[in-house]
């Protein structure tokens, strides 16, 4: 009950779905997988189940192509992040066309610590960051 009552609740089922569908691949940074069970009679309407077939022309889903990332952006980064390793940053950075305002590594930190973390150690870094950045960024 103490994780209820101290956990934000509007995180989507699917949202969590494709964090784990997104640990569990080594394909890349991959758009949400709809699976391949969709019936003929598929038509689209607002939250019904799709399919990868139905929703991207293909039975897998597609990879997200990072060369089109060119917004400014920081990292910040935790050792303990099994969502978003070190390894699949060094990815990112070699692949998207974006400058790098700001990175930082923060020891034993996890993916979820910089959402709901009581006392995060990156705060002030993340507030300077943004403002920092905001005269820079129109």
Known sequence: MLVGSTWPSGVSARNLAHWSQMFHTANGILM?????????????????ESCNQAKYGFDTPLQYDLRKVSAPAALFEGTDDLMATQPDSKVL??????????KKIYPKVAHMD?????????????INTLWGAADKVV
Request: charged share 15%; proline share 5%.
């Open 114 to 126: 910089f959402v709901w973390a009581r006392r995060p150690v990156m705060k002030q870094d993340i």
């Open 93 to 102: 950075q070699a692949t998207w066309n974006s400058t790098v305002l700001f």
């Open 32 to 48: 949400y997988d709809f699976g391949q069970n969709c019936s003929e009679s598929w038509t689209q309407q607002p939250f019904q």
